[in-house]
């Protein structure tokens, strides 16, 4: 038995041979020729019927989106763009097809808008677009996990329920594990969701770099690549309540190691989806130059796809301090016209997302890595850079996304740490285990943050977060 991309791959040790194929249905033509696709590729198998020999009872039976099993014996296909076929012996129908409510559903042949299939996001693997999305969304995976073990990095698991809120931003869902009968009541009778794992408060986890941070101080290099979760009750198309991030530590690292890695990180993952996903890319290259079609002229993509992710591995990413960033955004066009939602008007402004996407989509027109940011914007355990104002934080904004990676060099220094910790209202007690860290051989060192789902997006050349995760959780979508 194999899968239709082996078949498609080595065909010529089988031509001539019975083989087994099963799959589903994409298109039945002429009640002559199946289109049969198995997930393992966005190419269908052409299956060749000779209806007067198969039952009438089957053939009524084989119609979009049916599962087949297939015996047949594999020939060169006459046909245009496919290279075999297989010439049908035995036909049998694997499960159900109620094509009455098929025709309700994503699944009729025809297109259908991605919020439709939004909505029958437990359809949508169905479909060529976002089986070639989940594909690659695998590889990505893959490469990840890849460029760190050949980089000497260990895998660590971090705690998905945890009592420590590691980036202090208040976006944290509570965990519970109440017994009805004992529901744990606030002092006015009201229940008291903050509570109780066992009755202590815990959460599910915003960020594992509290905890790989600690496991670097012993392992050296380590990362931790797990489901994420944020109350964000916000409706971009670049946040998810539940996403999944890569986190990177590394023990001897400064902020610019920390940028040459993320650099590195991105390059190996991208050049690996343009080696490992040529079909699928070819197939989404050429849905995203469609797309451009449908825009304004001035709205669209001045590349395609596959040519927009050979640029950005080919080019160093420029590297620009925030002081420099407000800088230019100040002094644009944009926002002496009044073009941003957030005008910039001194040091110190948080960046929105419209910023972060002129610097990079108009001002530098490539990725754009963003340093040393000012303190009070920043989570408080980054490293105080000497000028007492700036932290060596880093961002990495790309075209299309606005921020990919967040990062920085950490504060190693005990007294350091404890003062901002104060300072920004972290409690010190909850996180004694971190603050031990720097009592005992603490080294300077760095890591990243990188979201998954953005990564994804833009090598995807999706536009909405929501479209690259197979099960969306966001304040709208809460089943499955
Ligand atoms: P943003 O400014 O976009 O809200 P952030 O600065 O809050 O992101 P970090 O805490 O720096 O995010 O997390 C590291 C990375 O995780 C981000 O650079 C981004 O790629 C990703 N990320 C953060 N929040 C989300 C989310 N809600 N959904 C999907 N990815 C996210
Ligand atoms: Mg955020
Ligand atoms: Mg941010
Ligand atoms: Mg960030």
Redo the contacts with the bound molecule.
Sequence with gaps: RTTIKELLGDYKKILHHDITVQGWVRAFRSNRFIALNDGSTINNVQIVVDFEKFDENILKNISNAASLKIVGEVVESQGAGQTIEIIAKKITILGDNFTEERDKTILQPKKHSLELLREQAHLRFRTNLFSAVFRVRSSVSFAIHQFFNQNQFFYMNTPIITGADA?G?GEMFGVTNFDLNEIPRDENGDIDFAQDFFGKKTNLTV?GQLNVETAMMGLGRVYTFGPTF?A?NSNTT????E?W?VEPEVAFNNLEDNIDLAEDFLKYVINYVLENCKDDLDFLDKRFAEEQKQKPEKDRASEGLIEKLQNVIAKRFKRVSYSEAIDILRNSKENKKGKFQFPIDEWGADLQ?EHERFLVEKHFECPVVLFDYPKEIKAFYMKLNDDGKTVAAM?VLFPGI?????GSQREDKFDVLTAKMKAMNVDEHELWWYLDTRKFGSVPHAGF???L??LVLFVTGMTN?RDVIPFPRTPHTAEF
């Design positions: 980036e931003a960020s944020r964000e670049r946040h998810l309540a996403f991030m997302s961002d606005g921020e990919i990676i967040g943050g990188l979201g789902e953005r977060i």
